[in-house]
């Protein structure tokens, strides 16, 4: 769900919106639901929370913060562009660092090209 207007993007493998950059990636056998935003723009930061419906509810709020955004809109198809083939992530912050179970955290990840996605 994304907070700020409430919306429910996905429930089990279905997509709720009409916004195409959204989906869900559940691998079989597997207890992960990842939800991928692809071609993330500014504006797509925010609240976004994960939901399960048992008894009591179990929910997790992550904050997305999209800080930088490349507009090619203006670019003529014959400008070529050029990026480093070999792409880089860095998380920010301490090389290590302790926290009690069950405790909200907040990783910040630097990449050096401009990428389509970005699946953590």
Known sequence: MRKRDL???TTNIYTYTGDQRF??????NSD??????????ARDSGI????VNTEPKINLAIILEITA???LRGRKNSEKMF???KARAKILGSTEIHVKRDSTIALACSVN???SSVLW
């Open 113 to 115: 090209i401009h990428a």
């Open 48 to 51: 976004y929370e994960c939901q």
């Open 32 to 41: 992960d639901w990842d939800l991928k935003i692809d071609y993330a723009q």
């Open 7 to 9: 919306h429910i993007l």
């Open 23 to 28: 989906s869900v990636i559940h691998p079989s």
């Open 69 to 71: 955004e490349i507009d």
């Open 83 to 85: 990026y480093d083939s």
